[in-house]
């Protein structure tokens, strides 16, 4: 009567009836190299249920590897169940649980160290608001708006933000938290959670980008006074008028951003997925040229009921008709155009909600209600210019 090859059963009564009962269960049979008896025969045998049965051998017998060991501390791999045995005793190398711990302890510290650095040193850069380019000041603005901590110290995790719409696309959403980062605006936050970090090889960290904390660096001002100076520098009429370029082009980006979402949402009714591209983009900004956003989804509209209807007559794919959305909307804009017909502005959809963005720049910053959306920008933009300053 042997255990398996490579097993020490360790027995923790001394009481000899329990040890046999154990012994049974870990027992291998010489010849054929499997365990001698099966656990249904032993508990059956025993009158006790399952449960019962491996909850005893458990509690009173522990399996050990005589072969594996932890490659950090040497101590052997501890089987509970047969299953965990044989599921586990290729299973190598291996770290036992004391030590996959402290490592992962020493990781942690490794991140936290990393991060530390690059935020003390992204701090050390950090600019006075009055050096930040005024898109970066909109942008932050609205990133705290949108994700600040009810203290306003830092910048919650993309990911845990889901309310309401930082820019009228999710796409959109994170080239404008990355262009931030890139610019040195904000930081990551050395309290985001280390899951959200990664170490490489050569120990560069590298982030999940909707996962870490972020926090503003802006030199010598943070928290409630950053955002209290924030608002301040955007609401003065020279804000708007010294930066009107990069206000404008902030303004013509959302209005596409506007269409595009509308576009998604419009065939995303009819079951028909579509990613824009260049000529899309380019088509809906010509359009916006000439028509307000509200008109400008009006078109679109009926863009994607063709196609929808395209795909409704058959033998074609969803994929085929979402891009004919083009060619229908140039088309449709051309009629428009040609007949001079008037096109009614469409509401704002329920499911596409005035972005944070939008209403910092168009109801803050530029004192209409959601003026972007009924309004030509070139329009609003150039009465504004036109108003006498107060
Ligand atoms: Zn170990």
């Known amino acids: 009567m042997t255990s398996y090859p490579g097993l020490h059963i360790e027995y923790l009564e001394a009481d000899p009836r329990l040890q046999a009962l154990c012994l049974r269960y870990w027992r291998v049979d010489g010849a054929t190299g499997r365990f001698a008896e099966t656990v249904a025969r032993i508990y059956r045998e025993e009158n006790l249920s399952q449960s019962e049965f491996t909850a005893l051998v458990r509690r009173h017998s522990r399996a050990w590897s005589t072969v594996m060991k932890c490659s950090r501390c040497a101590e052997p791999l501890l089987f509970g169940t047969r299953t965990d045995f044989i599921s586990r005793r290729e299973d190598r190398p291996f770290r036992c649980q004391a030590c996959a711990a402290t490592e992962q302890q020493q990781v942690d510290i490794a991140k936290r160290l990393r991060i530390v650095q690059s935020f003390e040193q992204a701090m050390a850069e950090g600019r006075p608001l009055s050096a930040l380019r005024p898109r970066h000041c909109l942008y932050l603005l609205a990133l705290l708006k949108y994700a600040g901590s009810e203290d306003l110290s830092h910048i919650r995790p ?70 209290e100076r924030l608002e301040a520098h955007v609401a003065q009429p020279a804000f708007l008028r010294r930066c009107l370029d990069e206000v404008r082009e902030c303004c013509e980006q959302l209005a596409l951003q506007e269409c595009l979402a509308f576009l998604e949402m419009a065939l995303a009714e009819y079951r028909l997925g579509y990613r824009a591209g260049d000529k899309t983009c ?34 074609v794919s969803r994929d085929h008709a979402a891009k004919t ?63 006498p300053s107060q």
């Open 158 to 227: 993309y990911c845990q933000v889901r309310h309401e719409r930082l820019t009228p696309l999710r796409e959109v959403d994170r080239d404008l938290i990355n262009e931030l980062w890139r610019a040195g605006v904000i930081a990551v936050d050395p309290a985001s959670d280390a899951a959200a970090i990664e170490l490489d090889r050569e120990q560069n960290a590298r982030v999940h980008f909707n996962e870490v904390r972020w926090h503003p660096v802006v030199q010598g001002l943070g928290g409630v006074a950053l955002h």
């Open 282 to 315: 380019a088509m809906i900004k010509a359009a916006l040229q000439v028509f307000s956003v509200a008109q400008v989804c009006n078109v679109l509209y009926r863009a994607a009921r063709d196609a929808a209807a395209f795909y409704q007559r058959g033998g």
């Open 325 to 387: 959305v083009v060619g229908s909307f140039e088309r449709l804009m051309e009629k428009t155009l040609a007949n001079e017909w008037v096109v009614a502005p469409f509401r704002r959809n329920f499911n596409l909600q005035q972005s944070v963005l939008s209403r910092l720049i168009y109801n803050r910053v530029l004192g209409t209600d959601d003026g972007g959306f009924t309004e030509r920008n070139d329009v609003l933009l150039g009465r504004l210019v036109a108003a």
